[in-house]
């Protein structure tokens, strides 16, 4: 019998087999959905030990937790029911009544309207700091205080796939005692691994890339023992927990991740090429362009640039003509699936945001946002080019 604890040298071989199988599974090579809400009391002796799906601990939890940290190099893992539950479940752990964030001011809009909306509420405060390409250390310096705890980032920011020099961000979390946490959503492990240079804990909207068939939502925090049990006490009271029949989804799509990576960064940097070099876009985000402000920090800590680019058409008429004329991407929000899909951030994932804000950053309306998926790259760039002309 394997040890389902046990973790093996290659990321590809830990996302087919870490974790499973699991002792309770009589040998099941596919977990089965362990759908039930209660078991039978055996000998438990803490609270997190009796088994309740509101605990995340079934077997299909057990398995998914053990793959998680075996691929992001963590001591443990946690699932959670979506990627803002981890967010939020993460920040409500370390930040208090009183304390204080840095936080990446081009976020994913959910996590940054949970600062906005809500931070007053849970009364702790936060500072909006550039963590992107050529920020300036001294803008973190000046917007720390006494009570600041964590500092979030993102590894490729959503939408402008900036990617900031992130060993600076966990040497100054470091420096500064405060907590370092990172969104690897659009990075993925397969492409980086924030545990290795350092981050304390990484979070996962786990409906992207790791689910990889846009069929659940989910989310995952990683990080160390201590951390996650915090974290894991918290999630008990806040109540966001998967259910088992989206942890069997989410194990059965991460299994294929390292296959998915490949392709969608082989057909994201073309694609990004094609962009580049075409007369109706001004400007393409990617961090695999080697002229890209992000190209550099990129480089130095990952594999690989994902499938996520974003480009600025030359007005907003042309971005919506785009949009309407492709006829193999669909046009939704969400990314990270096999399927290739395109946005127009500031009409969905960036909505909630003020528009002045919006502007402020760049998320303007010509802006148009593609999750590559892992169709053949001749047959989209031969979309593409149809649906530019
Ligand atoms: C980078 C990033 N983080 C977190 C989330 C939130 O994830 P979920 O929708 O699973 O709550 C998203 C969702 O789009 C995202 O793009």
């Known amino acids: 019998m394997t040890d389902y604890k046990k973790r093996y040298k290659t990321l590809a071989t830990n996302l087919v087999h870490a974790g499973s199988p699991h002792p309770n599974i009589e040998g099941a090579i596919a977990t089965p959905i362990f759908q039930s809400a209660n078991y039978l009391m055996s000998d438990e002796n803490t609270y997190e030990a009796v088994r309740y799906i509101r605990l995340n601990n079934t ?9 998680l940290a075996a691929i992001e190099s963590g001591e443990a893992a946690h699932v959670t029911s979506s990627g803002m539950a981890a967010i939020s479940a993460t920040i409500l752990t370390f930040v208090n009544a009183g304390d204080h964030i840095l936080a990446q001011n081009t976020l994913y809009g959910g996590a940054q309207n949970f600062l906005d909306e809500d931070a007053a509420g849970f009364g702790f ?13 001294s803008a973190w310096e000046k917007a720390i205080n006494k009570n600041t705890k964590m500092f979030y980032v993102e590894s490729i920011s959503n939408p402008l796939m900036e990617v900031g020099d992130l060993r600076a961000v966990v040497e100054f979390a470091k420096a500064h005692n405060l907590i370092s946490v990172i969104d690897n959503t659009f990075a993925t492990a397969v492409n980086f691994r924030p545990l290795e240079i350092g981050f304390d804990l990484v979070v996962h909207s786990a409906t992207k890339y790791l689910c990889g068939h846009s069929d659940i939502v989910a989310g995952a925090v990683i990080g160390s023992e201590e951390n996650i049990a915090k974290i894991n006490h918290k999630l008990l009271h806040l109540g966001g927990s998967l259910d088992p029949h989206a942890c069997f989804l ?6 294929t991740l390292a296959l998915r990576i490949e392709r969608q960064n082989s057909n994201a940097q073309r694609i990004a090429e094609f962009f580049a070099q075409h007369d109706a ?3 393409v985000n990617y961090p695999g362009l080697t002229d890209d402000p992000s190209h550099k920090n990129a480089k130095s800590v990952m594999s690989g640039y994902g499938g996520m680019l974003s480009f600025y058409t030359k007005d907003s008429a042309t971005a919506e003509r785009f949009l309407n004329s492709v006829t193999i991407p669909k046009h939704a929000a969400s990314l990270g699936g096999v399927e290739t899909l395109v946005v127009q951030p500031s009409r969905s994932t960036h909505m909630g945001i003020p528009v002045e804000e919006r502007e402020r950053l760049g998320l303007t309306d010509d802006l148009v946002r593609v999750s590559v998926g892992i169709e053949d790259v001749d047959e989209l760039l031969e979309d593409f080019k149809q649906a530019l002309e």
């Open 59 to 67: 077997p299909n939890h057990h398995v998914l937790h053990n793959k």
């Open 125 to 137: 405060s936060y500072d909006n700091v550039p963590a992107g390409p050529g920020a300036d250390v």
């Open 250 to 255: 989410l194990e059965r799509g991460m299994k």
């Open 281 to 283: 876009i001004r400007k």
